[in-house]
């Protein structure tokens, strides 16, 4: 039997992100190669023609579950129908301003979209934002969705995850499928907490066998908060193809599901685990079951995790309480 095609809405389609997730999703990795895709590729009217020329690509391909590629320049018609919905595209910081503007900038793309997306999105959308602050992105489309369940809105940390294995590996020469149960907590910022004190690698607690604190406090934790603002000094463009791979990652587990004692991480609205306030988008430790993320419960809280929760929250609630008072929210 031929399965209906999944809408898949990605912002920012002309984008350096968007050129490297757009051939993954076609190709099958988003969803898996037996689910045929069309892409909705929603832009801002300048870079219309620049999305065109990579839908020549995409065709140029010929991946067997493509199904369709069109371009949309407004929000409306661009999440008209859509399943899942990548909102990529964001306003950069520039010189000269301030947070404020940043949160007012972007609340001016991320609001209508999630209007849009209330409005004519499918029944079962599921929205992964990517554009930052991607936390308070996903805030702001997701009260602007009174009709859309808040937890369909959820925002990246994934990279955040897939760098701590990164770093992990490298440390003790174990391969990044040998470690499970690593944790981003709080904001995708460097306030994020990474936390390996649950971790194992190769079935042993992390934490003892790294058995250095010193490394995780000035080492580890920084080197991963900050790996955003490295690759731009090395890269002198923001990362690329690892924030698409680990956007393929979200999605793909939270719609297939994750391995059994594993769990990933992500950005969910809070239920109030973990002392982290309800309604905040904050990264936890988070399993997929049928479609429906659930954040691990029950793990024990050490003093030094605690008071690094703390202060990534503390990141996020001021957020919020910025796009509040810009009556964004
Ligand atoms: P980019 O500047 O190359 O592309 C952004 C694209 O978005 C542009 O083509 C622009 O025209 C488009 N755009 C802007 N406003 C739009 C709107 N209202 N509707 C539709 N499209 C719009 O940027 P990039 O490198 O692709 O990065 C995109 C965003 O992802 C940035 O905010 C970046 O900081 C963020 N990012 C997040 C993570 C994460 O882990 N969460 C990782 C890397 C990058
Ligand atoms: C990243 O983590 O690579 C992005 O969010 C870019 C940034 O500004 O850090």
């Given at each position: 039997?031929t399965?209906?095609?999944?809408?898949?809405?990605v912002?920012?389609?002309?984008?350096?992100?968007?050129?490297?997730?757009?051939?993954?999703i076609?190709?099958?990795?988003?969803l898996?190669?037996?689910?045929?895709?069309?892409?909705?590729?929603?832009?801002?009217?300048?870079?219309?023609?620049?999305?065109?020329?990579?839908?020549?690509?995409?065709i140029?391909?010929?991946?067997?579950?493509?199904?369709?590629?069109?371009?949309?320049d407004?929000?409306a018609?661009?999440?008209?129908?859509a399943?899942?919905?990548?909102?990529?595209g964001?306003?950069?910081?520039?010189?000269?301003?301030?947070r404020?503007?940043?949160?007012?900038a972007?609340?001016?793309?991320?609001?209508?979209?999630?209007k849009?997306?209330?409005?004519?999105?499918?029944?079962?959308?599921?929205?992964?934002?990517?554009?930052n602050?991607?936390?308070?992105?996903?805030?702001i489309?997701?009260?602007a969705?009174?009709?859309?369940?808040?937890?369909?809105?959820?925002a990246m940390?994934?990279?955040?995850h897939?760098?701590?294995?990164g770093?992990?590996?490298?440390?003790?020469?174990?391969?990044?499928?040998?470690i499970?149960?690593?944790?981003?907590w709080?904001?995708h910022?460097?306030?994020q907490y990474?936390?390996?004190?649950?971790?194992?690698?190769?079935?042993?607690?992390?934490?003892?066998?790294?058995?250095?604190?010193?490394w995780?406090?000035?080492?580890?934790?920084?080197?991963v908060?900050?790996?955003?603002?490295?690759?731009?000094?090395?890269?002198?463009?923001?990362?690329?193809?690892?924030?698409?791979?680990?956007?393929?990652?979200?999605?793909h587990?939270?719609?297939?599901?994750?391995?059994?004692?594993?769990?990933?991480?992500?950005?969910?609205?809070?239920?109030?685990?973990?002392?982290v306030?309800?309604?905040i988008?904050?990264?936890f430790?988070?399993?997929?079951?049928?479609g429906?993320?659930?954040?691990?419960?029950?793990?024990?809280?050490?003093?030094?995790?605690?008071?690094?929760?703390?202060?990534?929250v503390a990141?996020l609630?001021e957020?919020?309480?910025a796009?509040?008072a810009?009556?964004?929210?």
């Amino acid at each position: 039997m031929t399965r209906t095609p999944v809408n898949v809405t990605v912002t920012g389609a002309a984008g350096q992100i968007g050129y490297a997730l757009l051939f993954r999703i076609a190709s099958g990795q988003l969803l898996g190669k037996d689910v045929p895709v069309k892409l909705r590729l929603l832009e801002i009217p300048q870079a219309v023609k620049a999305a065109e020329g990579t839908a020549m690509e995409l065709i140029d391909s010929a991946f067997p579950n493509l199904v369709a590629v069109d371009i949309f320049d407004n929000p409306a018609d661009g999440f008209a129908g859509a399943n899942v919905a990548l909102l990529v595209g964001a306003r950069p910081r520039t010189a000269g301003m301030e947070r404020g503007d940043l949160l007012s900038a972007n609340g001016g793309i991320f609001g209508p979209q999630g209007k849009a997306i209330n409005d004519g999105a499918a029944d079962d959308i599921r929205v992964l934002v990517v554009g930052n602050p991607a936390n308070t992105n996903a805030l702001i489309a997701a009260s602007a969705a009174p009709d859309v369940p808040a937890e369909r809105f959820t925002a990246m940390t994934r990279l955040d995850h897939n760098r701590a294995l990164g770093q992990l590996s490298l440390k003790t020469g174990t391969p990044v499928s040998e470690i499970t149960k690593v944790t981003i907590w709080g904001n995708h910022s460097a306030t994020q907490y990474p936390d390996i004190f649950h971790a194992e690698i190769a079935g042993k607690n992390a934490a003892e066998v790294i058995n250095d604190e010193a490394w995780l406090a000035n080492d580890f934790i920084p080197t991963v908060a900050k790996r955003g603002a490295a690759i731009i000094e090395a890269r002198g463009a923001s990362s690329a193809a690892s924030a698409a791979s680990a956007a393929i990652d979200h999605v793909h587990s939270w719609v297939n599901g994750t391995p059994e004692g594993d769990w990933v991480s992500a950005a969910i609205p809070s239920d109030g685990s973990y002392g982290v306030p309800e309604g905040i988008i904050s990264s936890f430790p988070v399993t997929s079951k049928d479609g429906k993320w659930e954040i691990v419960q029950g793990l024990e809280i050490n003093d030094f995790s605690r008071t690094r929760i703390d202060a990534s929250v503390a990141e996020l609630i001021e957020e919020r309480d910025a796009v509040k008072a810009l009556g964004l929210i």
